[in-house]
């Protein structure tokens, strides 16, 4: 297949403005993404670790309790069970405000403030929404991966004449540029399955309220709300009857979803958490949510919260076609199925995706050098500075929000509220150095900085908490001992970009954006 040289250059261009567009945003989704793969083992490290795990009757208490103390959550009622995503129980429901509460069995009393350690909620919101407050962020990352799909259409046109004669060209040498581009193409062809799955869903799950309003007066006839119940819900939605009716135990609903699972099939059947509606109502529902062996996503299975009856069956190999979708867009796009070998995997394509984002910012700004001229353009000068200081940048401040979700505990401040300031300002001062430096300097510099902070990342885990990566290995917390690893690896990773970055300060090209400034040398 040969393209003309006409097309090959509207999808050059197209694949180039695309990329550039959704870039940098997409470097923070892939970067914060791939740590948040591994998201319940960051709340098990950034949470005090605690010698025994919660069983079902911690759940039946918490359960009975809340209800007890707390009559607005009989209306609508949802809890996590034990070891799903803390050691513990919780319960969580809206009071008559709308906002959220929460209980554990350490706080029965009720909070606005979600248990566990914020650590793991505040990097998904930097992947999800890029830290931007209310929905705003959630729709521009939608957008952001509308453009994507467009990027990685335009890249697969651009270069499937050569397709496979360079996809494992990698020409090390003099020639950086045409080094980096080889890694740049065979980066994005190898890993093109998993990054068009990215883009479908990242679009999917952000914007899929903005889809639904859109067709809603067409699909619907104007009663969208009557209708998005059942998509997005298992049991049907019935009034209270105001009949008083005793309430099954929690073990009997488990006891019973694990039973119907058997019957098609999915043994090993876990609960992660439940929906309760009308507590002590005749017209009570129950949902358990979980997830069982070799089964792609969770599925939900509604019963009737007195007698236990079966109501609505929405497990693997039962579920209607949206229900589907959707378990399946979240699954996919989380990597929430299959074994560690599979959070890995997606752990390297979350960072492998931020190195080709990174390295396309890169090619741009290069493949608009003049060549034969000191001063560059001053667009590449922005995009240099920004591409340093918001990739470089995001990278610091994560390293330094997990130093501080086991540093600020132990000083009595407002954890949640110190993350958030540490990271965002962080980040804003990272950037302001990109901006007052010369591009090659803040990336030497902040590249040495990110090294420095990830190398604290697992000394302050084992500061705050005893459990030093050598300890955790040794008593089989493998997980906690990934996460301090891990960050040592990245900090190598760092550590060795330093030193590349400062080898093409000392000998490239002269004329570049990436040069040292002439009074420097």
């Known amino acids: ?121 505040l990097i998904n919101k930097l992947h999800f929404s890029l830290g931007l407050p209310g929905n705003i962020g959630m729709y521009l990352m939608g957008i952001v991966s509308l453009l994507y799909g467009i990027a990685l259409v335009s890249g697969v046109i651009i270069h499937l004449p050569r397709l496979l004669k360079d996809l494992f060209a990698l020409r090390p040498g003099r020639n950086l540029k045409r080094f980096w581009q080889d890694a740049h193409n065979a980066i994005g062809v190898l890993s093109l399955p998993f990054h068009a799955m990215f883009a479908v869903t990242g679009a999917m799950l952000c914007l899929s309220v903005v889809l ?111 229900h589907a979708t959707l378990a399946w867009a979240y699954a996919l796009h989380f990597g929430d199925y299959g074994n560690a070998a599979v959070q890995w995997l997606y752990f390297l394509l979350g960072l492998g995706g931020a190195f080709l984002f990174y390295s396309g910012n890169l090619l741009w700004i290069e493949s608009r050098r003049r060549r034969r001229q000191g001063e560059q353009r001053r667009s590449a000068y922005v995009m240099a500075r920004a591409t340093v200081g918001v990739c470089i940048g ?72 005893g459990w030093w990566f050598w300890r955790s290995a040794a008593a089989g917390h493998t997980a906690l001992a990934a996460i301090d690893l891990g960050a040592l690896a990245l900090a190598l990773g760092f550590a060795a970009l330093a030193r590349a970055t400062s080898r093409r300060a000392q000998t490239g090209e002269a004329n570049s954006v990436w040069a040292l400034p002439r009074a420097a040398t």
Request: glycine content about 8%; proline content about 7%; aromatic content about 8%.
């Open 394 to 465: 995001v990278c610091v401040a994560i390293s330094a929000t997990a130093i501080a979700a086991q540093l600020l505990p132990r000083s009595g401040w407002n954890v949640d509220a110190g993350e958030h300031w540490i990271c965002f300002v962080g980040w804003a001062l990272c950037l302001l150095w990109a901006c007052v430096r010369a591009p090659i300097q803040a990336a030497r510099e902040l590249l040495w900085l990110a090294a420095i902070v990830t190398t604290l990342v697992p000394a302050a885990h084992g500061f705050a908490t």
């Open 212 to 322: 639904m309003l859109a067709i809603g007066p067409l699909a619907w006839q104007g009663k969208l709300l009557a209708a998005s119940a059942p998509a997005m819900n298992t049991a049907p939605t019935v009034q209270a009857s105001g009949i008083a009716a005793p309430r099954a135990p929690v073990s009997s609903w488990v006891a019973q979803a694990a039973a119907v699972a058997r019957k098609q099939g999915l043994d090993g059947f876990t609960p992660q958490y439940l929906k309760l509606a009308h507590a002590g109502d005749a017209h009570a529902t129950v949902e358990i949510t979980g997830a069982a062996p070799h089964t792609l996503a969770t599925g939900t299975l509604a019963l009737d919260a007195s007698s236990g009856a079966v109501i609505a069956n929405q497990l693997p190999g039962h579920r209607d076609a949206n």
């Open 1 to 121: 297949m040969k393209l003309k040289p006409a097309t090959l250059r509207t999808f050059t261009s197209l694949h180039s403005w695309m990329g550039l567009l959704a870039g940098l945003a997409l470097f923070v989704a892939f970067y914060a993404g791939a740590i948040t793969v591994f998201q319940q083992p960051l709340q098990q490290w950034a949470t005090p670790h605690v010698a025994t795990t919660g069983s079902m009757s911690d759940m039946q208490r918490l359960l009975d309790e809340t209800l007890a103390r707390h009559p607005e959550a009989r209306t609508h009622l949802g809890m996590t069970f034990p070891g799903y995503m803390l050691e513990g129980p919780s319960a969580y429901w809206q009071d008559s405000h709308g906002t959220w509460q929460f209980t554990t069995l350490d706080n029965l009393a009720g909070s606005p403030e979600r248990p566990g350690a914020g650590l793991p909620g």
